[in-house]
């Protein structure tokens, strides 16, 4: 094979040491370096030293990292390269034929990047994901709230809605103050809830001892904690894409799209969509929202959705679920689409129109336009005339077709 690159390093990396293999006209070398910050600037010294162009190593979860923010300041090209790209060869099972073997791909032009975003992106990236992160906690401490309730014979989450809303939670924080008086507890719904009272004196009769009132006021205080750190995030994040404005707003204009999840979207794909992904095909693919393609001696296989970004994937499928009863073109789509292949694949299958939509909206730099949710009706009564059309002409008949008047 020809080489492509003359001077090329290869990088085996882990927690604590990062085994690198040099491959030059001149030869081979090969150190192994610690990950501490002052022996990384020794290795990029090492590698400047032997006047490298480019340096590759495997996206080794987060490990990769620190390299790279080094090598950023350099003019030395790198590549962070999927694990499933260096496939393991037999008897390769050392850290320096590891790297040896990653340094002789690169110099024959074997390797495929992976896409690594600017400085900026991934400190967008981090925030976001973070914010996600203490939600879901947030989310753990509702549930987690409710199984002491039910620990202490109380049904407070059969009558309200909300569980954390300002009612409930008057009732809760009276609760952790040790009030026991149903009727009293009862006299904190509020508006509608005050409806509901003779149902709150019921629910609210139980058994709580000493113990479950500290672990509730305990879960409320942690509970507004998560509150106030997610209020703090989402002032950053937003102060960060402020001068995406006009994308945010094109993304918050797709149903099941919320200005949240489009910033999500942002950090995730990126600003300049254009150039990082050449269709909206690639972009789906590249979220692991399409089908495998996985065929062998005529026989097609597996064909379940491949691996991509799950933090985006997952979070595009949950915007999917949320407009199954919406009435427009993606509440249709979900609904016909569950109707013959279930509710798991109808989140993929929206889930994946709303990806190609975003492409399209921020490319155009466009609003969305819906299509209606009789859409597919109109799809499925053109097909049924020109069906129809067609039997009638084979039996020889001539047909003209007349729409109908408004009226």
Not at 79 to 93: E, F, Y
Not at 167 to 178: F, P, T, V, Y
């Amino acid at each position: 094979m020809d080489v492509i690159i003359e001077r090329a390093c290869g990088m085996d990396v882990h927690k604590d040491n990062i085994t690198a293999c040099i491959i030059t006209p001149e030869g081979k070398e090969i150190e192994t370096f610690s990950t501490k910050t002052l022996f990384l600037i020794q290795l990029v010294d090492w590698v400047k030293k032997h006047r490298c162009t480019h340096v590759a190593m495997e996206s080794t979860s987060v490990y990769w990292k620190p390299i790279v923010n080094l090598l950023e300041a350099e003019d030395v090209e790198f590549l962070v390269v999927n694990a499933q790209h260096i496939k393991s060869v037999p008897g390769r099972k050392t850290d320096v034929k590891d790297a040896e073997w990653i340094a002789k791909l690169l110099r024959h032009g074997l390797l495929r990047a992976s896409f690594i975003p600017d400085r900026n992106q991934r400190e967008l990236r981090e925030l976001v994901r973070y914010r996600r992160s203490i939600i879901e906690e947030r989310a753990r401490q509702h549930n987690r709230i409710q199984k002491v309730l039910e620990g202490a014979n109380i049904k407070l989450g059969s009558v309200v809605s909300d569980i954390m809303g300002v009612s409930a939670r008057d009732m809760l924080h009276a609760i952790a103050d040790g009030e026991n008086d149903p009727e009293k507890l009862a006299n904190f719904a509020r508006r509608t809830m005050r409806m509901k009272k003779d149902e709150l004196k019921l629910a609210l009769q139980g058994y709580i001892s000493d113990h479950q009132r500290l672990m509730i006021k305990t879960i409320l205080t942690h509970i507004d904690f998560l509150t106030e750190q997610i209020d703090m995030l989402d002032q950053e994040v937003a102060n960060r894409v402020s001068i995406y404005q006009e994308d945010v707003e094109c993304l918050d204009s797709i149903p099941g799209i919320a200005t949240r999840m489009a910033e999500q979207m942002l950090a995730e794909l990126g600003t300049d969509i254009k150039n990082q992904f050449p269709s909206a095909s690639q972009m789906c693919s590249w979220a692991g929202l399409v089908p495998g393609n996985n065929e062998s001696a005529g026989k097609r296989k597996s064909s379940k959705t491949k691996n991509g970004n799950k933090y985006l994937k997952s979070a595009l499928i949950e915007a999917a679920h949320s407009v199954r009863g919406s009435k427009n073109y993606l509440g249709a789509l979900y609904r016909r689409t569950a109707a013959r292949k279930g509710k798991k694949r109808a989140g993929i299958v929206v889930a994946h129109a709303i990806l190609r939509i975003s492409y399209y909206l921020l490319t155009r730099k466009e609003m969305y336009v819906d299509l209606g949710e009789d859409y597919f009706d109109k799809q499925k009564q053109q097909s049924i005339v020109r069906h129809s059309l067609r039997r009638l002409e084979s039996l020889g008949y001539t047909v003209s077709i007349v729409e109908p008047e408004a009226s």
